[in-house]
């Protein structure tokens, strides 16, 4: 324009013999001219419509004003997908102990890791805009989480479902035309957990361990056995969570993390020692807690170790002890409706 020039490639080849420097086209009987004549005169089409539409604007026009807006770079409001995360898990971390447990941020946070891995790994870059993430891009990302970080399908789907969310985001302010995931269900296969039998959680309570790190893992998972509360319930237990009714039976009062449901579940007698074996523990007279419970994966890890040492043939996991109690017959002093509200929880 107006001896103006502004270069960019097209990323298409052509052998030079083939190509009409006069008219700036390849010879149409040359192995792929014509349909690389076809697509310069799509691009001249585009040229010529983003030209008319900034002077009907009556917008300054110029030949890297074209070439910035056909390639894409004039748009200010153009968001990548590492951007979006980040914001989004900001605003988690900001709101834990509000809107978020703390468990939840973490799990967004190892998403964006995994999602920022898999770019390196397949697209060989650590970031891109929101418009290139296609159900191309998830499905993918799908097929690496499940072969190459080894995840099963329902580890999968939760992986997913967090970065749809980050999606949607995207999709509500804009920044993106088209959902990838529209055409994508989840779902979760049911899995069958596994649980202890009386008698293995009898020999499991009488094994002496000459390790401290071991017999305390042992006395919490079976704590969460007789009263049925979840790992996140068991950890932030407090005595203010101990209540005694008027026949001077102890219960344990607390709303769960999860549900918010308020649990009524009484103190089995087995449960009330080994309360009383940690309350001068350390970590419990700094923390204000009943137990001194380590992180989700520490116990996991230990537990398998205590099946090993035990000869359980179970794949114990802090999980399976909330199927334990719904099985455990309670004892005869409780009335029903106890069990009844235990089960429920």
């Given at each position: 324009?107006?001896?103006?020039?502004?270069?960019?490639?097209?990323?298409?080849?052509?052998?030079?013999?083939?190509?009409?420097?006069?008219?700036?086209?390849?010879?149409?009987?040359?192995?792929?001219?014509?349909?690389?004549?076809?697509?310069?005169?799509?691009?001249s089409a585009n040229i010529l419509r983003?030209?008319?539409?900034?002077?009907?604007?009556?917008?300054?026009?110029?030949?890297?004003?074209?070439?910035?807006?056909?390639?894409?770079?004039?748009?200010?409001?153009?968001?990548?997908?590492?951007?979006?995360?980040?914001?989004?898990?900001?605003?988690?971390?900001?709101?834990?102990?509000?809107?978020?447990?703390?468990?939840?941020?973490?799990?967004?946070?190892?998403?964006?890791?995994?999602?920022?891995?898999?770019?390196?790994?397949?697209?060989?870059?650590?970031?891109?805009?929101?418009?290139?993430?296609?159900?191309?891009?998830?499905?993918?990302?799908?097929?690496?989480?499940?072969?190459?970080?080894?995840?099963?399908?329902?580890?999968?789907?939760?992986?997913?479902?967090?970065?749809?969310?980050?999606?949607?985001?995207?999709?509500?302010?804009?920044?993106?035309?088209?959902?990838?995931?529209?055409?994508?269900?989840?779902?979760?296969?049911?899995?069958?957990?596994?649980?202890?039998?009386?008698?293995?959680?009898?020999?499991?309570?009488?094994?002496?361990?000459?390790?401290?790190?071991?017999?305390?893992?042992?006395?919490?998972?079976?704590?969460?056995?007789?009263?049925?509360?979840?790992?996140?319930?068991?950890?932030?237990?407090?005595?203010?969570?101990?209540?005694?009714?008027?026949?001077?039976?102890?219960?344990?009062?607390?709303?769960?993390?999860?549900?918010?449901?308020?649990?009524?579940?009484?103190?089995?007698?087995?449960?009330?020692?080994?309360?009383?074996?940690?309350?001068?523990?350390?970590?419990?007279?700094?923390?204000?807690?009943?137990?001194?419970?380590?992180?989700?994966?520490?116990?996991?890890?230990?537990?398998?170790?205590?099946?090993?040492?035990?000869?359980?043939?179970?794949?114990?996991?802090?999980?399976?002890?909330?199927?334990?109690?719904?099985?455990?017959?309670?004892?005869?002093r409780y009335l029903q409706r106890s069990?009844?509200?235990?089960?429920?929880?």
């Amino acid at each position: 324009m107006e001896d103006e020039r502004a270069d960019a490639s097209i990323k298409r080849f052509i052998e030079p013999h083939a190509w009409n420097s006069a008219k700036g086209k390849a010879n149409e009987k040359s192995r792929g001219g014509k349909d690389l004549n076809l697509y310069l005169d799509a691009i001249s089409a585009n040229i010529l419509r983003i030209q008319r539409d900034l002077e009907l604007d009556k917008k300054e026009v110029s030949a890297q004003i074209i070439l910035n807006r056909y390639l894409g770079k004039d748009q200010t409001d153009r968001h990548t997908l590492m951007e979006v995360f980040h914001a989004h898990n900001k605003k988690c971390r900001a709101l834990i102990g509000i809107n978020f447990a703390p468990d939840t941020v973490l799990r967004y946070e190892t998403c964006l890791r995994l999602i920022e891995e898999f770019m390196r790994n397949t697209y060989k870059k650590g970031d891109c805009y929101l418009e290139e993430v296609t159900k191309q891009f998830v499905e993918e990302f799908e097929f690496y989480l499940k072969t190459v970080r080894k995840c099963c399908h329902n580890t999968t789907t939760k992986y997913l479902a967090n970065f749809k969310k980050i999606v949607r985001i995207a999709l509500a302010n804009g920044w993106m035309k088209k959902d990838p995931f529209a055409q994508i269900r989840f779902h979760l296969d049911e899995v069958e957990r596994e649980f202890l039998e009386k008698q293995e959680l009898k020999a499991l309570l009488s094994k002496k361990f000459s390790i401290p790190r071991l017999a305390q893992i042992r006395d919490i998972f079976c704590f969460c056995c007789f009263t049925g509360l979840a790992f996140s319930d068991v950890k932030q237990l407090k005595s203010e969570h101990l209540v005694t009714d008027i026949n001077g039976m102890v219960w344990i009062r607390k709303t769960r993390q999860k549900t918010k449901n308020m649990c009524n579940i009484p103190l089995l007698d087995e449960a009330n020692k080994i309360l009383d074996r940690y309350k001068d523990h350390p970590y419990c007279q700094t923390q204000g807690v009943l137990l001194p419970v380590c992180s989700n994966q520490k116990m996991n890890m230990y537990l398998k170790e205590l099946a090993d040492i035990c000869g359980i043939r179970k794949n114990l996991s802090t999980h399976c002890f909330r199927h334990w109690s719904q099985i455990y017959p309670l004892n005869e002093r409780y009335l029903q409706r106890s069990v009844s509200r235990q089960v429920t929880i």
